[in-house]
């Protein structure tokens, strides 16, 4: 199993980034795909989970209206566009395959489930 994230950098407030998290090794639409980050002393949280077999999405309050998570199933590969990018979103961004269809459980219990993760990708938002 591999997930490999990508598209992370140094970006300006209010600017915009797309991450990449490419999947391979497992049966894609058996999971929920899930983007979390963590920030320098702060505990790991979920940003946004889609199951692509059912189609639903979930986001965190913090990427509401701001982020958009979409998947290319031919490439077994999800993004995650963020725009509008605060200083306050700067952290290591990592994908994750989490084996639940609840895209809830996905982002907010994410380890209750047998889970797979990619290396992250580092957003810095600073002028």
């Known amino acids: 199993v591999q997930l490999q994230a990508s598209g992370g950098g140094l970006v300006q407030p209010g600017g915009s980034l797309r991450l990449s998290c490419a999947a391979s090794?497992?049966?894609?639409?058996?999971?929920?795909i899930g983007w979390f980050r963590q920030a320098p002393g702060k505990e790991r949280e979920g940003v946004s989970c889609?199951?692509?077999?059912?189609?639903?999405?979930s986001y965190s309050d913090s990427g509401k209206g701001r982020f958009t998570i979409s998947s290319d199933n031919a490439k077994n590969t999800v993004y995650l566009q963020m725009y509008r990018l605060k200083s306050e979103d700067t952290a290591v961004y990592y994908c994750?395959?989490?084996?639940?269809?609840?895209?809830?459980?996905?982002?907010?219990?994410?380890?209750?489930?047998?889970?797979?993760w990619g290396q992250g990708t580092q957003v810095t938002v600073s002028s």
């Open positions: 994750a395959a989490v084996e639940i269809l609840s895209t809830d459980e996905c982002l907010f219990h994410s380890d209750n489930y047998r889970s797979y």
């Open positions: 090794g497992f049966t894609f639409d058996d999971y929920a």
């Open positions: 889609m199951a692509s077999r059912n189609g639903s999405k």
